[in-house]
Each structure stands twice: as C-alpha cells, then as structure tokens.
C-alpha cells in the first residue's frame, strides 16, 4: 500500500526557512507528478510546486523564494522554503500522481499533511 510520509514542518520567524521532505512508502510502478500542496486556514488548497512530467510548476507567491527538489531513488520529495513570510502559514500537503502497479489506473495520493507556521 503507497503511502506518503512527510516531515520538517514546524514554527519559524519571518524571514526564516524549512525544509520538508515526504517519502513514497510501499511499492509504487510509476510517478506522473510529485509534488506540495497547502491549506491556510478558510482557504481552498493550493499548489505550491510540483514536478510534473518534465516540467516544474511553482505558484507565483512562492517563486524565487521556494525550491522544490527530489530523489528518485529514494522516491522523496523535498521542498526547501526560504524568505519565509506569515502568508506562507499553512498546513502543507505532499501530493503523488501515480500507478501502483502497471495495470492499475493513475490515482491521487496525499500525505498526512505537516504545519507551518510563520510567526514572530
């Protein structure tokens, strides 16, 4: 069963950074797309970076100030955040699109989600 395990969330003063990391446990045959979401409080979730394909997709707000990278080989994801502001506060979600097997359809998987908080 393919789960998701992310880590590195946690309280940081503006201006600050985090690293997150999220690990695909459990056999996975394939990854589209592999990547982070987040959730501010009353708000829709959003994309924040995602591989995609051959492409990297950020969200305007985070551009410039967050990274996102990963490790094929351990199947992890990791998204370095920089410049932190109190806008970027939110619970930060790891997302894979993927097949489990060959002969199963793509589907969508979210991790347990970890907080970030941006305060001083």
């Known amino acids: 069963q393919v789960q998701l395990v992310e880590s590195g969330g946690g309280l940081v003063q503006p201006g600050g950074s985090l690293r997150l990391s999220c690990a695909v446990s459990g056999s996975i045959f394939s990854i589209n797309v592999m990547g982070w979401y987040r959730q501010a409080p009353g708000q829709q979730r959003e994309l924040v970076a995602v591989?995609?394909?051959?492409?990297?997709n950020y969200a305007d707000s985070v551009k410039g100030r967050f990274t996102i990278s990963r490790d094929n080989a351990k199947n992890t994801v990791y998204l370095q955040m920089n410049n932190l502001k109190p806008e970027d506060t939110a619970v930060y979600y790891c997302y894979v699109r993927g097949q489990a097997t060959q002969w199963r359809s793509p589907r969508d998987y979210w991790g347990q989600g970890t907080q970030v908080t941006v305060s001083s």
């Open positions: 591989f995609n394909g051959g492409s990297t």
